[in-house]
């Protein structure tokens, strides 16, 4: 069945780096876009990037601009998301999931256009 595993959130201090890893299995990650989304204690979720089946990659919230790095190795089946420069809000549990299309199209998506989630990984910044 078609899964996507998060992996590698943990503490970290402001200023420092992560990067988070999303494994897909059950299906071929090369026909398919993969966006990630974030949900911070007390808010809804939201979604800041998305990257094509063919690399090409969009990014919705000003505020992960210039510190968020997506890609992908198809041939791992995998998608990373680098995260620089980490403040305190960005903490919250980060979500991969599979969008119904290979494009991302310049754009992250409502979550209504992701068919497959992952189940989270908490990514918690503090000193």
């Known amino acids: 069945q078609v899964q996507l595993v998060e992996s590698g959130g943990k503490l970290v201090q402001p200023g420092g780096s992560l990067r988070l890893s999303c494994a897909a299995s059950?299906?071929?990650?090369?026909?398919?876009?993969i966006g990630w989304f974030r949900q911070a204690p007390g808010k809804a979720r939201e979604g800041f990037s998305c990257?094509?089946?063919?690399?090409?990659?969009?990014y919705s919230a000003d505020s992960v601009k210039g510190r968020f790095t997506i890609s992908r190795d198809n041939a791992k089946n995998t998608v990373y998301l680098q995260m620089n420069s980490l403040k305190p809000e960005d903490t919250a549990v980060y979500y991969c999931?599979?969008?119904?299309?290979?494009?991302?199209?310049?754009?992250?998506?409502?979550?209504?256009?992701?068919?497959?989630w992952g189940q989270g990984t908490q990514v918690t910044v503090s000193s």
């Open positions: 990257i094509g089946s063919s690399g090409t990659v969009a």
């Open positions: 059950g299906f071929t990650m090369d026909y398919f876009a």
């Open positions: 999931a599979r969008f119904r299309w290979s494009a991302c199209w310049g754009r992250v998506g409502a979550e209504d256009e992701y068919d497959y």
